[in-house]
């Protein structure tokens, strides 16, 4: 029994719903989280390899509860499902009570699949009825907070391709998987692009981009001071880091911060997460794709690596990592224009025409060059797509920041980094320039690579 095919289902809601934004969008969502766990056999959503990934199951559960918490606040009518999945489907909102442990999400096996999916069909339906009975007339408090869990399905999205690359690997086989576009470019290595200094505007703009959304870390819009700097034109790639691997990199302490040199011991890193030794001294690394040498694969950008192996690289290299502040306005600014993007190439939404995005269904990074056509006014390039790209900056509120979403990204605001850009793993409707994300210094689970800089 295919328990993950619901498109019948919201196709017959369709036929007697009216039908608007809301619920494509809800629709659009919700079937692309469908289409990310087709490929799974129902062994395959319980289980959790490691206390920082979540088993499918609960993706699934934690997403269907998102919209029910909405339901239950929302919508007089509604009969929530038989029972209430909070402890377990919750995630760190405490605002719903205890949490349960996220290191033991798959050591429980009810509520089962079974019940989980029907628990995602029937708030499925729930919000059809919902969204028909305020006829288009939503509060638009409670707009934006729809408009919320949307976004927050997407970034899950995300999330469960890292799981499943970790649960899976070559095993998952994506109900489609695209070759990526061709690319003859002959790399130079070390290009770097020089950035004046100067004041810049950082953050998001909500006045200059009505209707867009972004998520209120990104705001306010506030100035700060550059110095004059040089930026790698393309991310860091295989081949460069193999380079640093080759000359002693995870042996020599004197790369690495002190904590990150603990981690290198504790944890015996001699490669970023999923290369392997093969029995002829080479590294490979195995991902979606199947097992590839690194020769084959030495210009695509290097992923899977932690801020600690970021930074040692870029140290070795004679170089450092960019300040989130850096990395924005070599990706968005348009000095000749004195105009700021949404994106490197502009203000038009991604599309697999210009970056390699979840929408590209490539499922692996692609070679640096690849997008040249749709480089930043500088002359940067690939910053969105491929990989996150880990900048210097601590995750902390920007000037004047106020909530707008209280216990969702601003209780985040402590012992973590920024990442930049958007990975092949990203829905294009979750990042732009002005996006930031955040990790913890060690963790290397998510598709996060880099691209260095330096001082003029």
């Known amino acids: 029994m295919n328990y ?30 469908i289409e990310i766990v087709t490929p799974l056999e129902i062994e395959d959503y319980v289980v959790q390899t490691e206390a920082f990934m979540s088993p499918p199951r609960w993706h699934i559960g934690h997403l269907t509860w998102f919209y029910d918490q909405l339901l239950r606040k929302f919508y007089d ?24 442990n996220k290191s033991r999400r798959g ?12 628990y995602w069909n029937y708030v499925n339906e729930q919000v059809f009825n919902f969204l028909n009975n305020v006829n288009g007339n939503l509060n638009e408090n409670v707009r934006q907070l729809f408009i919320l869990g949307f976004h927050h399905e997407y970034q899950h999205q995300e999330l469960m391709v890292y799981d499943l690359q970790h649960l899976l690997a070559d095993k998952y086989m994506p109900v489609e998987m ?22 810049f505007e950082m953050g998001f703009d909500k006045y200059s981009f009505p209707g867009v959304f972004a998520y209120d870390i990104e705001m306010p819009l506030h100035k700060v001071f550059l110095n004059d700097y040089k930026i790698d034109r393309y991310p860091v790639t295989n081949g460069e880091y193999l380079e640093f691997m080759n000359d002693g990199g995870y042996s ?33 690394k195995i991902d979606f794709r199947g097992e590839k040498n690194i020769s084959e694969i030495s210009d695509e950008p290097v992923i899977n690596v932690s801020y600690f192996e970021a930074a040692a690289y870029a140290k070795w290299a004679g170089k450092r990592l960019p300040t989130e502040a850096e990395w924005e306005k070599a990706s968005s600014y348009d000095e000749s224009k004195k105009e700021k993007y949404l994106y490197p190439w502009g203000n038009d939404n991604p599309s697999s025409e210009y970056s390699n995005l979840f929408d590209s269904r490539i ?23 491929d990989c996150w790209e880990w900048t210097s900056s601590e995750f902390m509120p ?3 920041f106020k909530t707008g979403f209280e216990e969702y990204n601003d209780k985040w605001f402590n012992n973590q980094k920024v990442l930049k850009g958007g990975s092949f793993g990203t829905p294009g409707i979750s990042t732009r320039n002005t996006y930031r994300n955040f990790f913890k210094t060690h963790e290397r689970w998510m598709i996060s690579g880099f691209r260095c800089a330096e001082f003029n």
């Open 252 to 284: 020599n302490f004197k790369y690495w911060l002190s904590e990150g040199w603990e981690a290198v011991r504790a944890n015996n890193w001699k490669a970023p997460l999923y290369w392997q030794m093969n029995d002829n001294g080479k590294w490979s």
């Open 4 to 33: 993950t095919n619901i498109d019948s289902h919201i196709k017959d809601i369709k036929t007697f719903e009216k039908t608007g934004t809301f619920f494509d969008e809800f629709i659009r969502v919700r079937n692309q989280t």
């Open 107 to 118: 050591t429980l096996s009810r509520p089962t699949v079974k019940e989980t999916i029907e």
């Open 178 to 199: 695209n070759e990526p576009p061709a690319n003859g470019r002959q790399l130079k290595k070390g290009e770097m692009i020089e950035i004046p200094g100067g004041i």
């Open 77 to 100: 009518g509604y009969r929530p499902f038989r029972e209430n999945y909070d402890f377990y489907f919750n995630s760190y909102y405490l605002t719903f009570g205890e949490l349960f």
């Open 363 to 385: 499922w692996s990074p692609v070679k640096a060059g690849t997008y040249d056509k749709f480089k930043s006014p500088y002359g940067c390039c690939q910053m969105i797509g």
């Open 398 to 400: 920007y000037p004047g």
